[in-house]
């Protein structure tokens, strides 16, 4: 584990407000606060990079927010950030939910109090209104992604990560950091103390190119982020995701849009939401509409472009999940390991590709869905853009309108409202004293060449 210094490349993204018919989008919450000061030493990047002269994948994080700050990607003698997101680190306090963890609960849940009941155990929860009055978006005013998270030296000091996982992360994902951090009973209204650990990682490729020599395989990013109330007799509402946003050409500077990348989303429906963007709790299948990009002649983004972008949940259809979202603590022993799942799933339920650049993105998942959102109301007179991306650095030359692809995994909105929207996972969002909450992603990242390598 490497501490980077801070580099100055550049940018931002945000979402500016939607026309007065559309909902607000939800990167612009007018009661949204900032929790740290731009000096905080949170915003000092941690790297992790593949061991190599030239790694093929270098990922920065920030502590605070636990905030994916670059991804850098070397295919075929060219460097790329694939990460839309501000240049300067402590930019990530006034630009909203870019690339960083969203927590106690991803999304949106109704504005108000709600009594949860789960295992026999009850408790109450009061979401704080922030979009609009009737929604509680990302976990309230102050959400994790506003919150410092501590990097631990010494893995073995992890407490939701047993002795036989981190014997595989030695041998498969040696660069790799476990972050830890405490979210207090009552936090944004949230009931219970909970532990939250989250394991960010890289791993080397594994397995052949493909047999025309064309597709090669760079390595993969993981994320675990596992959760245990600390008291007893308490439920919590939980829903984790990292609200990170790609673009696979930005680092060609040759153009902004998104609309040529090939996207593949492995669901039969999105979740039907209300005018306020809450869920109704039921489904709207996707065949036959703009939102079955598997029907897709081209399959690229941009055929069937809707006018206002996309900004929907697709449920992923019905398939095996091979690890738990949440178990009984008590099998959480020392032999458990639970990561040996993360690197056997075979299953891309995304893909998102690029034939201008070669690079693609596939992600294997334990949870339900996924929240695709184009970036479309992107300003660019608001904004800035990366250096890396072709812009100067500077608010005011930005990112357009469908320059990014943000891909946020995580269960249904409010599920333990709406039982008829529930997953594969069956995972109602709640958690209780006693069990641990497990959640994955695994981005593997290929590079496809014109001519065999």
Known sequence: MLRAPVRHFVSLLHRPPRPPTHRQ??????????????????????????????PSLALEVLPYGLTLHRLFVQA?????????????????????????????????????????ARNGLSST?????????????????????????????????AQLFTPAELTRLQTDAPTSVIFSRVSEDGE???????????????????????????????????????????????????????????NLDASLQDGQTIKDHKLTIK?????????????????????????AHVEKTTRKIGERFPENGYDEFYLFAPR???APTRLPAAELTPKTDLLAAVDEDADA???????KSGLKLAFHTNQSGVQFYSNNFSSPAGTARKKIHGGNGA?????????????????????????GTVGASGNDTLLASGEVYNNYVRMDVLYRSSEPL
Not at 268 to 286: C, E, K, Y
């Open 188 to 246: 944004e209204g949230y009931p219970g103390r909970l532990l939250c650990e989250v394991l960010v990682g890289l791993t080397q490729p594994k397995g052949k190119p493909s047999e025309d020599g064309k597709l090669w395989k760079l390595g993969s990013v993981i994320l675990v982020y596992r959760a245990k109330l600390l008291d007893e007799g308490k439920v919590t509402p939980i829903n984790i995701t990292q609200h990170w946003g790609f």
């Open 76 to 116: 075929d003698g060219k460097t790329h950030d694939i990460l839309i997101g501000p240049e300067t680190p402590s930019d990530h306090l006034v630009q909203k939910y870019t690339n960083t963890i969203i927590g106690r609960y991803a999304n949106r849940v109704p504005a108000g109090t709600h009594s949860v």
């Open 320 to 322: 095996k999940i091979v």
């Open 395 to 419: 608010q005011g030359d930005g990112y357009e309108p469908g320059s990014a692809a943000f891909l946020e995994f995580h269960e249904p909105l409010a599920a333990w409202l709406h039982p």
């Open 25 to 54: 989008p939800s990167h612009l919450c007018p009661t949204m606060t900032t929790a740290a000061p731009a000096t905080h030493p949170g915003f000092q990047p941690m790297l992790l990079a593949l061991p190599s002269l030239t």
């Open 349 to 355: 339920v995304v893909e998102l590709e690029s034939d």
């Open 125 to 157: 929860l009061t979401a704080a209104a922030n979009e609009s009055p009737s929604v509680s978006l990302h976990g309230g005013i102050t959400g994790w992604d506003l919150q410092p998270w501590e990097p631990l030296p010494d893995p073995s000091a």
């Open 267 to 291: 669901a039969d429906n999105t979740i039907a939401l209300g005018a306020d963007a809450n869920s109704t709790g039921t489904l709207a299948p996707v065949g036959g509409t703009h939102h």
